[in-house]
């Protein structure tokens, strides 16, 4: 008689796929947000916004921020880490400050937000499902 110690969960490798394919997801349109911050920094287009030379002081302290931590989240995310996780979360509450705290000064960015906001919703959906999956079969054994 064997035991079988490690049985294939479908929910639980459902649940794996799902979230790796938001993160992997969302990690490559972070990671496309960075170079457009990049882009902005360097000054490959004309206008006010689009050099840093030109930008006024508050788009210089967020621009470069922002230019800085949404690749790194984009990396931590395709690798499908906690500290992807972690970086959205904080990217998303200085996007987040930035247009709703003072949106006289970086306008109302409601899209870029909404985004980022819906994404970790939908993350946090998928890992509460897990915990709550695994908690179901720790109290079953």
């Known amino acids: 008689m064997t035991i079988e110690l490690f049985k294939p969960d479908p929910e639980a490798s459902l649940n794996r796929a799902l979230t790796a394919w938001l993160c992997r997801i969302a990690g490559l349109a972070l990671f496309g947000m960075g170079l457009f911050y990049w882009v902005r920094l360097i000054g490959i287009f004309d206008g006010p916004l689009w050099r840093f030379d030109l930008m006024p002081v508050w788009w210089r302290f967020a621009a470069p921020t922002l230019a800085v931590l949404y ?35 970086f306008g109302a960015e409601l899209l870029a937000v909404g985004l980022n906001a819906g994404g970790l919703a939908l993350l946090a959906m998928l890992r509460l499902v897990a915990f709550v999956e695994t908690r179901r079969k720790a109290r079953s054994n």
Do not use: D, K, R
Not at 77 to 105: K, N, Q, Y
């Open 71 to 105: 690749p790194i989240a984009g990396i931590g995310l395709w690798m499908v880490t906690s500290w992807g996780t972690v970086i959205w979360v904080l990217l998303t509450l200085v996007e987040a400050l930035m247009h709703f705290g003072f949106p006289h000064l």
